[in-house]
T-cell receptor, first 111, second 115 residues
Framework: EDQVTQSPEALRLQEGESSSLNCSYT??????LFWYRQDPGKGPEFLFT???AGEEKEKERLKATLTKKESFLHITAPKPEDSATYLC????????????FGQGTILTVHP | AAGVIQSPRHLIKEKRETATLKCYPI?????VYWYQQGPGQDPQFLIS???????DKGSIPDRFSAQQFSDYHSELNMSSLELGDSALYFC??????????????FGNGTRLTVT
């Protein structure tokens, strides 16, 4: 069965305390793996797309990496404004825009 | 930069009523997607349209229908509403859906409450 699993479910960090979020997937024919950030009551905000194992992308304090079975979102020296739910999603097979999401990781960064 | 616009932002309906949700994609985006997100749940794909034709279908109830118009905006029509339809409904758009790796950009959603 095609699945996307994120861990941990929730993560509390002190400001400046770096950490990583995990997204593991079991799908056939991966077309893309996406990271989104979602604030309460708002739509997912696009962060990164990764297409092939070994690929890495960075944006400010965030860095996303991809292997054949999982992706990591590394957060370096987080700030309170990084607090949000981080969603991982994959597209596979013939459907590019039909995303299958993980349950998300709720990140809280304390000052 | 222009984003995906959804209306209304909030909608309250009673059971068995109908509702229409609207989505205006980012300019020059030709593909729209509808997702449903229940409380504490991850978004679930409902349906998508590319160049005004249905391109893919997910777990959309038969009571729901959708279409994309000539100006690329889309409407999700929901009939015989049930309490379980209460959720956030997101629209997303991309360019050349299915033919490129253009990422999906989401709107801020319509919160539907069925009482």
């Amino acid at each position: 069965e095609d699945q996307v699993t994120q861990s941990p479910e929730a993560l509390r960090l002190q400001e400046g305390e770096s950490s990583s979020l995990n997204c593991s997937y079991t799908v056939s024919g991966l077309r893309g793996l996406f990271w989104y950030r979602q604030d309460p009551g708002k739509g997912p905000e696009f962060l990164f797309t990764l297409y092939s194992a070994g690929e890495e992308k960075e944006k400010e304090r965030l860095k996303a990496t991809l292997t054949k079975k999982e992706s990591f979102l590394h957060i370096t020296a987080p700030k309170p404004e990084d607090s949000a739910t981080y969603l991982c999603a994959v597209s596979f097979g013939t459907s590019y825009g039909k995303l299958t999401f993980g349950q998300g990781t709720i990140l809280t960064v304390h000052p | 930069a222009a984003g995906v616009i959804q209306s209304p932002r909030h909608l309250i309906k009673e059971k068995r009523e109908t509702a229409t949700l609207k989505c205006y994609p980012i300019p020059r985006h030709d593909t729209v997607y509808w997702y449903q997100q229940g409380p504490g749940q991850d978004p679930q794909f409902l349906i998508s349209f590319y160049e005004k034709m249905q391109s893919d279908k997910g777990s959309i109830p038969d009571r729901f229908s959708a279409q994309q118009f000539s100006d690329y905006h889309s409407e999700l029509n929901m009939s015989s509403l049930e309490l379980g339809d209460s959720a956030l409904y997101f629209c997303a758009s991309s360019s050349r859906g299915g033919q490129s790796n253009s990422p999906l950009h989401f709107g801020n959603g319509t919160r539907l409450t069925v009482t």
